[in-house]
């Protein structure tokens, strides 16, 4: 079947529509004679079928034994194409123009993202770039991707890999920067707060705590010695430790809530600059707002343009009253977010039980204790009298 429509369409066919007295009668006619038909249907009074090109002029003879009147009202396929085409010699001209410059844009750098960066500044890594010709317009057949992660290696010596790649017309830099330990040492490594320990890993020193252990923070959880080729104590300790909030939850609150109603907005953004293309900012007293973006260029440049739906969210604030066990549990999802995002990447919440401590009219009072599991090692440099009395 997509064979047939295929080759319909390159040899070209007619949508024909018969009126007459009983056009049923001419694809009767039609099919005996062996005219190819297709996609027959009735409509009005009228029926309508699809036909070859060539096979059309020899449908007039069969329509005339018929009593019937056939009209094109439809053309398809590449022979009409070209003779629009052939008509209309400057849009063709100009379609050819505009794919020859789509296909020159295409071979050049329209943005530049950087990827890795955790403390060095992204805007230092372009600026390098584009000492060595990688810059947002550059041609990339011009760009030798070896000079430029060596010009980025040199003038950013933070960094300890570079790797320059192309995806379409964005230029995508890979690094990786080099590791800076925090050593503030050499000295002791103590508690930095009251724990149980778990565990012990010991890279220079002597451990002095065991896991099952209670330690007060400023204990010393491994000693460090002045001597040998790593002086002072190194390595980590990982412990249980806990932690208390308390809070006052008024019982009556104010809440907002999305009425349904909203209005979209197309803004554009350049260099922290925002302008608002259609729609309008301020249609509502209170309302939420969310963006989605839709269009972006020069990512990773200071330069980025940005293209994005703002949606605002009309909202409708009721004073409520709650019970003990709403504003408890609300303030359980408080206390977690705020914890979570407070913690070390490498902490871990392991426990968080609310309860209530007292309850008034109007306000009760919540008590959150945590569980945490963390890294609770620290190095305590000596002064000159401690590491010269060792």
């Given at each position: ?283 509502f007293e209170w309302y939420e707002v ?26 409708n604030w009721e004073e409520v009253r ?69």
């Amino acid at each position: 079947m997509a064979r047939n429509r295929i080759k319909e369409y390159l040899l070209g066919y007619v949508r024909v529509e018969v009126r007459g007295k009983n056009p049923e009668r001419l694809i009767n006619l039609c099919l005996a004679s062996g005219f190819p038909v297709w996609d027959y249907s009735s409509e009005s009074g009228a029926v309508f079928f699809s036909t070859t090109l060539a096979k059309y002029k020899g449908i007039r003879r069969l329509a005339r034994k018929a009593r019937c009147v056939p009209h094109v009202v439809r053309r398809v396929g590449l022979p009409f194409a070209i003779a629009k085409v052939r008509k209309r010699p400057y849009f063709l001209l100009a379609a050819l123009l505009v794919l020859a410059w789509l296909l020159y844009l295409s071979g050049s750098v329209w943005s530049i993202k950087v990827i890795g960066c955790e403390t060095v500044d992204p805007g230092r890594i372009v600026r390098a770039a584009a000492s060595a010709g990688l810059a947002p317009g550059a041609r990339k057949s011009g760009i030798s991707a070896s000079s430029v992660e060596t010009a980025i290696a040199v003038q950013v010596p933070e960094l300890s890999w570079v790797y320059v790649r192309f995806h379409g017309t964005m230029a995508v830099v890979e690094v990786v920067e080099k590791s800076r330990p925090d050593s503030p040492g050499p000295g002791d490594v103590v508690a930095s707060q009251d724990g149980v320990v778990e565990s012990v890993l010991v890279l220079s020193g002597v451990p002095t705590v065991s896991p099952g252990q209670t330690v007060k923070r400023g204990d010393i959880l491994i000693a460090g010695s002045p001597s040998g080729p790593m002086p002072g104590a190194r390595g980590s300790v990982i412990a249980m430790t806990s932690y208390d909030v308390r809070k006052e939850i008024p019982l009556r609150q104010s809440l907002a809530s999305r009425t349904g109603r909203r209005i979209e907005m197309t803004v554009l953004r350049w260099r922290g600059v925002e302008l608002t293309l259609w729609g309008r900012s301020n249609a509502f007293e209170w309302y939420e707002v969310e963006d989605y973006p839709r269009w972006k260029a020069f990512e990773g440049t200071e330069y980025t343009l940005s293209v994005f739906t703002r949606v605002l969210y009309e909202l409708n604030w009721e004073e409520v009253r709650l019970s003990p066990e709403e504003a408890l549990l609300g303030f359980e999802r408080k206390v977690k977010a705020s914890i979570e995002s407070q913690l070390p990447s490498d902490a871990k919440l392991v426990d968080l039980s609310c309860k209530l401590e007292a309850v008034s009219e109007d306000v009760v009072l919540g008590r959150a204790t945590l569980c945490v599991l963390q890294d609770i090692a620290e190095v305590r440099p000596w002064n000159r009298s401690e590491n010269g009395g060792r």
